[in-house]
């Protein structure tokens, strides 16, 4: 594309004037990144486009399947098309108008789909490219469509409308015939009202001269194509709403709207052969069955053996008030009734054969249901269902979160399917997949991909995502650690939210040792490990933690003590402060006459809990309510293996929990991160009275923890800290009002003091810190965790903890020696150091306390902060060290075998004064700070009037960059270290929150998001990947014999009892029906063919292929010149001889001769 060559230019400028700017900032002697660092990744190796789209059909509408080809297509309300085959074949494509797809019909072994939609066009999809593209449509312009009829293996298609009028389309050039079934010769001139518009129209299997249309007042027609007139009229009270033959021409079977079903003999028109009600109440003298709901399909199916089949949706009685939607298999004397979990769209018969006139054979029902596809066995006694094979349960629960992990260990997608495949549920049909059609696509693309998705019930699913397939490996359910409330009454009050109390939040996942961390809505936090054994925990390992953020003028500690720096050090001796009030009493209280204090939200289960092979529970952490307050949602989260670190935050502050020890190394105010002398301090927005500094406040584990002592720390390490205080906000009480007017209302206590009591060898209070109710107000919504770019809108006037990153760095500023840190980033744009002393490995990690120290701010960005990440002197990317996966239920012997902690870099590997470059991105700007000095290398302002929502550190041909998505739809790539511009697409305007919240980017140019409620698309930014797509995509349509017709019979054929053909071509052509009326429907031609050629092409490749193209079209319309001209030279030539031979006529005679 022509956009790569301004890229380019865009580059150097860019390049340039950030030298030139970083180079007034930088210090005497700081390396420039030309003499240290050589970037590879430009503009050539990055292209946007779509890949693959996978989930259930968002709102679907209707639905059709290819009997011969075994492709199933589903359309959507949203003008959407879905294709399915095999398990791993599938397709979107997608109406430019957006309007409902109301009906589908094959082109059957054609590889072609005819699509009807609302805004009354029809449009012919070609289904034998990778990409199916539209040949041709037709817009309606005086009539609507409500009804179309594609015979097998015919070219013209049927077309009832709102009018009563039957239209016929030539499939193959899209024109429409001069042949119309006006309405009022259809019905009988006595008829003196309108008969509605048409809601069927079929051929007769036998007689494809005889069209059998459905009006929905009850009148069936049979018409006589050949003859151009009604042949017999069926007359009914009741609307219909479908109509299906038996495959004999014999009969057909109607349904209605008062649930009723007429079988009618075509010779018979005077009165249905037969009535049944199928659920209607058969009264004792006699009278007519009660009327029941409308019967809205159904489809009337024989078999060579036995009985005919009638599948049938709805047509229940009116008194069943609540039931859910019934599927009704009648087969002989037996009725069937198959409960749907949601309400019927649509449902197929598959049969054996696709000729009409044969025996149908029933084998299997298609139900599209509006949020599920099912598939049901009539083969086998009591209609099971087939194990469906495509991932339509993304939705099964709301989706909260989502991560995407590319290129992960290859012996992770194993160990997930091994304990995932014992979730699945029994009593399904023996026998395959029905839908079998197509084929995988040939992709080299082979690393393994895992896509996780939090949700809405507690849920955390683990999908494969390898070659550009789904498939779901394994499912956790994070609820099942806590108490689940029986009954409306015993619903615990302190939820932060009515519904939803288990939700997702935001997750933290470690690929290499697959150590999991998930923070859920209720201020919790679960640490998971990965075992391939069945354990029993007796006691759910539990940590309860106070975070508070500052002080309000009743609740602030004494200002009188000593002063601490803020380096934490465990180990310095420090008492409690005796003379801090005491609001509330120790232990976790919700009286009716004060506010709840000390309360998580959630109750854990104190019953064993026994865990499956897989993800099972290593540690609870719970933020409890402090003074009538609940606890602030977690904004972040991170997991490291490696040091046996849990780090979360929010807007009240940051905590650290070894969950190694199961105790609480930090509890610390956002203010408090920064230094005394700290140049980023921020002040409160907000008018305060200054307060003196308060004394340290600690907790000692002296032995004499009791029950009633819930909040002491029970660790052997005392803290010492400082904490700064500051008083009450002159609004207080208008805005304590309104946080609590966003809160649950209940008062009952979630958690028994008895309980309490029982788990305090496990619950970890923290230094007393009384808050005022804080302005940070959260609605029920979920919003991702490290996106703090949704409250950019709207900002929030405390600072909370965007995000995290562990890394092995200079702790301070012109540090020589490399140690375990953990950076933290601000909502304001503030980037702190966090110093970590671990203890050595073996038992005395279990035993002595590991060290935290505060190192103040490295840097501040405009906006929150949303990633960061470490290189080092050469540009690559140094991750957080990890420790090796081992089974936690194996032998001792075992676990030392693979237990072992992954070194970091060597420092001797360092080299120059520069060791390392800190990447850094906010929701405004990037920036690249050299370490140990802390000087700003580089910075790139990304956006000016937007803000980004996702940005992430990903690796990209050999090297790294740094990719965001912004609010306003632009996908972004910066090379490192330089910041370098290498991409920017206008892709997708932020339309729905749901796309902000599930947007993630992952390694080797992949990236996704939600783009529906029920549908996972799937993207790519990669140059390589959009060149390999066509390769890498499914095959919809592979070369199939159609089967043979049913023979005809010697008898059949000599007494003509046989199917009757007909030569549509002579009745519906142009030469014996004439043109039809140009105002009637407009001809659109499709971009499919060379066309869609055109489209597809991009890049100067495609130049070249446009160019080629309009050479090939420029050759052939001077071709098509020079044949006219010759053909005119031919006619001039022609007309000469007339008038010579004329002449030399009537040369020699006179006028009265003539």
């Known amino acids: 594309m022509k956009k790569f060559n301004i890229r380019k230019v865009l580059d150097g400028l860019t390049a340039a004037s950030s030298s030139s700017s970083s180079s007034a900032t930088a210090q005497p002697g700081t390396p420039r990144e030309n003499d240290v660092v050589q970037e590879t990744l430009q503009s050539e190796h990055f292209q946007l486009c779509k890949t ?133 010769k259809a019905i009988e001139l006595s008829t003196k009202t309108h008969p509605g518009p048409v809601v069927h129209i079929s051929d007769n299997p036998m007689d494809e001269g005889k069209l059998l249309i459905g009006f929905e ?76 709901k409308p019967i809205l399909k159904v489809e009337y199916k024989t078999t060579r053996a036995g009985d005919p089949f009638h599948v049938l949706s709805g047509g229940l009685s009116y008194d069943t008030v609540g039931r859910r939607a019934c599927l009704t298999v009648m087969h002989g004397k037996s009725t069937a009734v198959l409960e749907m ?37 009539l083969g086998q006694i009591g209609y099971p269902i087939f194990e469906n094979p495509y991932p339509l349960t993304i939705h099964e629960s709301p989706v909260t979160c989502c991560e995407y992990f590319a290129d992960c260990p290859a012996e992770l997608i194993p160990a997930l399917y091994s304990v995932g495949s014992r979730q699945k549920r029994q009593g399904y049909s023996k026998k395959e997949w029905p839908i079998s059609g197509g084929n995988w696509g040939q992709g080299t693309q082979s690393y393994p991909e895992i896509i996780i998705t939090g949700h809405a019930d507690g849920s955390i699913k683990f999908w494969d ?103 934490l050090t465990p180990g ?80 009240s502050g940051l905590a650290v929990v070894d969950y190694l020890q199961k105790t609480l190394l930090l509890n610390m105010g956002t203010t408090e991160l920064y230094s005394p002398s700290d140049p980023y301090q921020r002040q409160p927005r907000s008018p305060r009275k200054q307060r003196q500094p308060s004394g340290a406040l600690g907790d000692s584990n002296d032995g004499s923890n009791t029950s009633e002592d819930r909040c002491k720390s029970p660790t052997s390490a005392k803290m010492s800290r400082k904490i700064s205080s500051s008083s009450e906000k002159p609004d207080m009480e208008d805005r304590s009002k309104r946080r609590r007017s966003l809160m649950c209302k209940k008062q009952n206590c979630c958690v028994k003091e008895g309980k309490a009591a029982a788990r305090m060898s496990l619950k970890a209070g923290v230094c007393r810190t009384k808050s005022a109710p ?64 671990l203890p050595p490995g073996g038992d005395q990690r279990l035993q002595q306390p590991v060290g935290i120290s505060s190192c103040g701010t490295l840097v501040s960005l405009k906006g929150g902060i949303l990633t960061m990440a470490l290189l080092d002197s050469t540009g690559a990317l140094l991750p957080p060290s990890y420790e090796p996966w081992y089974d936690p239920n ?55 009037s937007s803000f980004v929502l996702r940005a992430d550190v990903v690796q990209m041909a050999g090297a790294n960059c740094i990719a965001c998505f912004c609010a306003n739809g632009h996908i972004m790539t910066l090379s490192l270290p330089s910041l370098r511009p290498l991409l920017d697409v206008n892709y997708l305007p932020l339309t729905d929150m749901r796309i902000a919240r599930t947007f993630s980017f992952s390694n080797l140019g992949q990236a996704l998001y939600l783009t529906s409620a029920t549908e996972i698309q799937r993207i790519t930014y990669s140059q390589e990947t959009c060149d390999n797509l066509q390769e890498m995509l499914s095959e919809l349509f592979t070369p199939v014999e159609t089967p043979e017709a049913p023979n005809r019979g010697f008898f059949k054929g000599l007494f003509g009892g ?86 030399l006529k009537y040369k020699d005679k006179k006028w009265y001769q003539l």
């Not at 689940?484 to 939820?495: H, L, M, T, V, W």
């Open 774 to 837: 804080n302005s940070y107000a959260k609605d029920n919504s979920f919003t991702r965790s490290r996106s703090s770019s949704v409250t950019s809108i709207d900002r929030e006037s405390r600072e909370a903890i965007s995000a995290f990153h562990f890394c092995e760095s200079y702790p301070r500023k012109n540090d020589s020696q490399i140690g375990p840190c953990v950076l933290v980033g601000t909502t304001q744009g503030s980037v702190m150091m966090v110093a970590l002393s």
């Open 341 to 377: 979990d949601y309400p019927i769209v649509d449902f197929l018969t598959l049969c054996e054969t696709p000729y009409p006139n044969d025996f149908q054979e029933p084998y299997a029902v298609v139900v599209l249901l509006e949020k599920d596809l099912v598939v049901i066995d």
């Open 52 to 184: 693959v789209r996978h989930g259930f059909p968002y709102q679907p509408s209707s639905m059709a399947f290819d009997p011969v080809q075994k492709i199933l297509a589903v359309g959507t309300q949203n003008g959407a098309l879905r294709l399915f085959g095999r398990a791993g074949v599938e397709c979107y494509c997608q109406h430019e108008s957006g309007a409902a797809v109301i009906q589908l019909q094959f082109l059957i072994n054609e590889g072609a789909l005819v699509s009807a939609l609302a805004d009354d066009s029809i449009h012919l999809w070609n289904l034998r490219q990778k990409i199916p593209a539209i040949l041709h449509s037709l817009k309606f312009n005086r009539e609507r469509i409500t009804y179309c009829h594609l015979p097998f293996q015919s070219k013209w298609l049927y077309i009832g409308t709102e009018r009563g009028n039957i239209h016929i389309v030539n499939v193959e050039s899209f024109t429409l015939s001069g042949y119309v079934i006006m309405w009022n």
């Open 572 to 651: 310095a001796s420090s008492s409690p402060q005796e003379s801090e009030p005491l609001a509330q009493p120790p232990t976790g209280s919700n009286s009716s006459d004060g506010p709840r204090d000390n309360i998580p939200c959630l109750q854990v289960r104190s019953s064993p809990l026994k865990q499956s092979p897989g993800y099972q529970v290593e540690l609870v952490i719970q933020l409890v309510w402090v003074s009538g307050e609940p606890p602030q949602p977690i904004t972040s989260l991170a997991i490291n293996s490696s040091y046996g670190l849990v780090v979360f935050g929010n807007s």
């Open 217 to 292: 007042c009850g009148v069936v027609v049979l018409w006589d194509l050949k003859c151009k007139k009604a042949d017999y009229r069926y007359n009914h009270d009741e609307a219909i709403h479908s109509v299906d033959w038996h495959h004999e021409g014999k009969q057909f079977v109607c349904s209605h709207s008062d649930g009723t079903l007429t079988t009618w003999n075509v010779r018979a028109p005077a009165k249905p052969a037969q009535i049944i009600t199928p659920h209607g109440k058969q009264p004792k003298d006699g009278k007519k069955p009660e009327p029941c």
């Open 1058 to 1143: 046989g199917a009757q053909s007909l030569d549509r071509e002579d009745l519906f052509g142009e030469t014996a029906s004439g043109k039809a009326s140009r105002s009637l429907a407009q001809h659109i031609p499709g971009p499919g063919g060379m066309e869609g050629m055109k489209g597809a092409a991009s890049g100067v490749v495609g130049d070249l292929a446009r160019a080629r193209i309009a050479l090939d079209e420029r050759g052939q319309k001077l071709g098509e010149l020079e044949e006219r001209t010759a053909a005119m030279m031919a006619s001039a030539d022609s007309f000469s001889k007339h008038a010579h031979d004329m002449m």
């Open 890 to 944: 194996a032998s001792d012997e075992e676990k030392e075998k693979t237990r072992r902690r992954r070194p970091a870099s060597p420092p001797s590997s360092q080299e120059g004064p520069e060791s390392q470059f800190a990447v850094l991105c906010s929701e405004k700007q990037a920036k690249v700070v050299a370490m140990p000095s802390h000087t700003r290398i580089y910075k790139h302002n990304i956006t000016e």
């Open 465 to 567: 995502a390898s070659a550009l397939m789904l498939q779901v490996l394994y499912k956790l359910k994070t609820a099942k650690v806590f108490e689940r409330a029986r009954g409306k009454e015993d619903k615990p009050s302190a939820d932060i939210v009515e519904e939803d109390p288990f939700a997702i939040q935001t997750l933290s996942w470690c690929p290499e040792s697959r150590m999991l961390c998930v923070a859920g809505v209720s201020a919790h936090v679960i640490a998971y490990r990965f075992s391939k054994q069945e354990v029993t925990t007796e006691e759910v390992q539990l940590l309860e933690v106070r975070m508070q953020g500052e002080f309000t003028d009743g609740d602030s500690p004494d200002p009188g003590g000593d002063q601490t720096p803020t380096q």
